[in-house]
């Protein structure tokens, strides 16, 4: 494949001078502030982590208030952005960034996979973000723009296919402001002319989130942070659902550390 790297970065970098878009957490070197919004962006828009992001940050203002916060404080300010065990993660991730690196983010891909919920690509995006290390990761966005650009066609393509090309054509001397580009680029290919990472050999659409499990495990930890405490037969009459599925979801949020059991009263893990 014949790849005009100069084109290609030219087309990129002029789209993100005339529309890159001013998000909070690009406006820092602050390594926390990045940290939460890498958290937050996992599996959630732009849109909605910008309702959420000033708050928490304004509450939650660095690794040792966040180790230190309690889990219901947490949930409050997240409440909205689902997928709520990336709380748990945030906090433990605090947690072992105090105690084990001293309250500073460690420059080591495999050290911020320690970290719970950091995979490798959250590790490197973290590696980019906060130290301008010029690393290969891909997230949604980055991959539309590789589809467009390279694969034209309508065939599927694998990732082994594309990290190559992220390789060859990343800046190496602004690697944070060169994913900026490419994420915004991706954003605006997605509503021109539609989500072609579904051609990814990696897609999978999501489920629906009406009734779902997803669903009921957040209206669980909404009731409880307004009643504080409540009793199975509680959840079953303000939930409308069945048992077996309120049990599953108690003992789920139960064993991952969202909730303990004193009694026939549930609460909040402290």
């Given at each position: ?99 084990e ?44 723009v ?36 490419l ?9 021109s ?56 979801v ?11 059991k ?9």
């Amino acid at each position: 494949m014949i790849v005009d790297v100069a084109a290609f970065q030219r087309t990129v970098r002029t789209y993100y001078q005339q529309y890159g878009r001013d998000l909070s957490w690009r406006n820092t070197d602050d390594e926390y502030r990045i940290f939460v919004s890498e958290i937050m962006l996992q599996q959630t828009g732009v849109p909605r982590v910008l309702e959420k992001y000033t708050p928490f940050i304004s509450r939650i203002k660095s690794f040792g208030d966040l180790a230190s916060a309690t889990q219901d404080e947490i949930l409050s300010l997240w409440q909205g952005l689902g997928y709520n065990r990336r709380c748990i993660y945030l906090k433990e991730s605090a947690k072992k960034v105090c105690e084990e690196f001293s309250g500073r983010l460690p420059e080591s891909e495999r050290l911020l996979c320690s970290l719970p919920g950091v995979g490798t690509a959250t590790a490197r995006s973290l590696l980019a973000f906060c130290f301008n290390r010029p690393v290969v990761f891909m997230e949604t966005n980055i991959r539309q723009v590789f589809i467009h650009h390279f694969f034209p066609s309508g065939e599927t393509v694998h990732d082994r296919e594309l990290y190559p090309l992220v390789e060859r054509t990343l800046d190496h001397e602004n690697p944070r402001k060169w994913y900026y580009a490419l994420m915004d680029y991706g954003t605006m290919l997605k509503k021109s002319v539609g989500n072609i990472t579904i051609r990814s050999s990696g897609y999978r659409r999501a489920g629906p989130f009406e009734g779902s499990i997803r669903q009921l495990r957040g209206a669980v930890l909404k009731l409880l942070l307004s009643h504080r405490k409540l009793t199975e037969e509680a959840f079953l009459e303000l939930t409308g659902t069945a048992r077996k599925r309120i049990r599953d979801v108690l003992l789920q949020l139960e064993r991952e550390g969202f909730l303990q059991k004193r009694g026939p009263d549930y609460s909040l893990s402290e």
